[in-house]
């Protein structure tokens, strides 16, 4: 099971950090990523790495202003956001799935609730 949370409502170029903790299980065995969806909108890829934790791509939306990491020892990933703006309004959810790197939100088949992030200009 997946905890997503840190989500909340931010001025235009602040920062949040998301966390999303697993519980019965590890990271270390499965590729994570983060999607969001925005109101009306479909679900969207925004960072993605390997189970080792070594290898992460990004959307070329958030690239060079969102991190994505993992604290072993805390069964955690994190997705550090930076630079935020209104676009980046959505809800943010964390999954785990087998396909390296994929950024279809169908190749992954464990998903946290979701956490909502509003960027207010």
């Known amino acids: 099971q997946l905890q997503a949370s840190g989500g909340g409502s931010v001025q235009a170029g602040g920062s949040l950090r998301l966390s999303c903790t697993a519980s019965?299980?590890?990271?270390?065995?499965?590729?994570v990523g983060w999607f969001r969806q925005a109101p009306g909108q479909e679900r969207e890829f925004v960072a993605s790495?390997?189970?080792?934790?070594?290898?992460?791509t990004y959307a070329d939306s958030v690239r060079d202003r969102f991190t994505t990491s993992r604290a072993i020892a805390e069964n955690t990933v994190y997705l550090e956001m930076n630079s935020l703006m209104p676009e980046d309004t959505a809800v943010y959810y964390c999954?785990?799935?087998?396909?390296?790197?994929?950024?279809?939100?169908?190749?992954?088949?464990?998903w946290g609730q979701g956490t909502q992030v509003t960027v207010s200009s």
């Open positions: 999954a785990v799935g087998r396909v390296v790197l994929s950024k279809s939100s169908a190749d992954y088949y464990y």
């Open positions: 790495f390997t189970s080792s934790g070594n290898i992460k």
């Open positions: 019965g299980g590890t990271f270390r065995t499965y590729n």
